[in-house]
């Protein structure tokens, strides 16, 4: 069985971010993920990311994974679907069945954006459909956009959008919104919003862009054609994390529970990023998450205290 100081999980800013530390302190490092470049890859307009104005996301993470690999990171492609504490180290279970053996895990696997389903999706997706509003807001000045859900997240990004386009439909399928309450006064009070309870989304229709979604109401079954240059799902997160439950500490939502240093409530064991408590998420932070849960490795096999009390 190959052995290794620091086996990451998940090629993607934060895991990509945590090699090029981990490889710079020469520590033997495999990221292992099942594609590389992660959520980045999605999106061809990136202009929140220092040091470049406007970058497609598969370059920058063009650039992650060169600088990683030539620091020495080994890649390796494949799911991680186990990892069990040893005496002084952890076992890494691919699904393949293959298995790794490494003193210290970094986990950055991140998390994957709900999605409705429906037709016209996929087919506009990235090209007017978005799952991030925080990332394509200002890509729709003086536009018309959509918004789906009913969370805290949706109707943020809803208000976040009236800063941009000029009008902003915010639909959810059920007659009242599960936000907090006083972010659903300030929506309520929002003039370039127009809301639409009791309405399921049926389908996203366009061209070459977004040009109009189609949403039905749930009692009288009437369809509404929406015109509209973009379509905004923010219906939550899926994070796959139920097979970590028995090594380390997950919230409810299943997001893993790091304190400021990237440290999990299981020694030797890190985690960055995404799929972390951490707010925010976003490639910059990520890098940033991960940076930092590579330096903290290092020092945990070094032997310098980094002995977290979760009591
Ligand atoms: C459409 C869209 C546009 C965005 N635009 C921007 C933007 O403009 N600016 C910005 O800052 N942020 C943007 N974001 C957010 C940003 O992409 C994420 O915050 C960032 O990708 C998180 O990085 P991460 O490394 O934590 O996780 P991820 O990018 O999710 O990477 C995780 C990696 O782990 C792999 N993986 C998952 N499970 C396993 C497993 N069990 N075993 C092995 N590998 C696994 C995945 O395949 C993936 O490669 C956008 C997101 C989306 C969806």
Redesign the pocket.
Known sequence: MENYDVII?????????AAIYTCRKKLKTAV????????????N?????PGFDLIP?PELMSKFEQQASKFGAEIIM????SIKKKKNSFSVE??TKEKYESKTVIL??????RRLNIPGEDKF??RGV???A???APFYKEKTVAVIGGGNSALEAAELLTQFAKKVYLTHRRKEFRADEITIDKIKKMKKIEILLDYLPKEVKGDKFVESFVIENTKTKEQKILKVDGVFVEIGYEL?TD?LKNLTKLTELGEIIIDNRCRTSQAGIFA?????TVPF???????G??AKAGLEAYKYIKGEATVVDWK
Do not use: P, R
């Not at 307009?45 to 990311?49: A, G, L, V």
């Not at 950055?108 to 954006?113: D, P, Q, V, W």
């Open positions: 999980v998940g090629g993607g800013a934060a895991g990509l971010t292992i993920s099942l594609d590389l470049g992660g959520q980045t890859m999605l999106t307009h990136i202009e929140n990311y996301g494949g799911e991680v679907e691919l699904k950055a696997f991140g998390k994957t954006a997706f990235g978005s799952t991030c925080t990332c394509d796959k097979w960055a990023g995404d799929v972390t998420k976003q490639t910059i932070i990520s890098a998450e991960g």
